[in-house]
């Protein structure tokens, strides 16, 4: 299979790790993002235990240990601090055999990166189409050039150029505002922190204008969690 291609749209965290994984299992990859550059929005990032696993399977475990804070359990609170719920992720963390991790998505994003390596990411290659090539597939970029593969992965976001052609229900349908004042890495009159080992290790909190972090751990801070 070493002779094999693969090529994915979009270099988000999801098209790094879907490129690592085709590499792994023996194909030539190549990913084409559309950015000049990384561009991942600098806010945090719950890694579920499952998701850690895979990125486990990647031999990524020290370096995702390194980049993250771990995380045990899940508290929501309303702006006047009163909890609305808590969840407890230890138990979850023990069944699939890896920790859970609060990240900055931009700091994941460079992990995968630079584990797949530069020579395999085209910067400033905008897909406008892909199509059925024979036996492969083939996309086209805004420059006028195409790229052809035995397999193709759409990993371009929301409104999915790969996607697009064959969906059933169109971006804009699936997407609509639902009237809430949301931006990426935020949410609406509430706080959400995460804890491990009773520091909190990230939170979400619109009301007081502050971004999802996955703050550093000072060993010397009280364990007790607020």
């Known amino acids: 299979m070493a ?7 979009g270099g988000g965290i ?31 990032l ?11 399977e990647l031999g990524m475990a020290d ?3 390194k980049i993250g804070a771990p995380i045990e359990r899940v508290v929501h609170r309303d702006p006047h601090g009163v909890t609305l719920g808590e969840v407890d992720i230890r138990g979850l963390n023990d069944r699939v055999g890896c920790l859970s991790y609060e990240v900055h998505r931009s700091k994941l994003q460079e992990l995968l990166a ?15 189409s892909v199509r059925p090539q ?22 371009d976001g929301v409104h999915s150029i790969v996607r697009m052609p064959r969906a059933r229900v ?20 509430a706080e959400v922190r995460s804890y491990g080992r009773g520091i909190p290790t990230g939170r979400e909190n ?17 364990s007790s969690a607020p």
Not at 134 to 155: H, N, Q, W
Request: include cysteine; glycine fraction near 10%; charge should be negative.
């Open 63 to 65: 370096q995702v240990a």
């Open 134 to 155: 024979g036996p492969a597939a083939e996309a086209r970029f805004e420059d006028g050039e195409t790229e052809a593969a035995d397999v193709l992965v759409g990993a």
């Open 206 to 222: 619109a009301a007081r204008d502050a971004h999802l972090t996955a703050a550093e751990l000072d060993p010397g801070a009280n």
């Open 170 to 189: 169109p971006a804009h349908e699936i997407v609509a505002h639902a009237g809430y004042p949301k931006e990426p890495g935020r949410s609406h009159e």
């Open 14 to 44: 999801g098209g790094l790790s879907a490129a690592l994984r085709l590499r792994q299992i023996g194909f030539e990859v190549s990913v084409f993002e559309a950015q000049k550059g990384l561009s991942e929005v600098d806010t945090g």
């Open 3 to 9: 002779d094999r291609r693969a090529i994915v749209i």
């Open 114 to 128: 630079d584990r797949l390596g530069a020579e395999s990411i085209r910067f400033g290659r905008r897909c406008v």
């Open 46 to 56: 719950s890694l579920w235990a499952f998701a850690v696993r895979r990125l486990v």
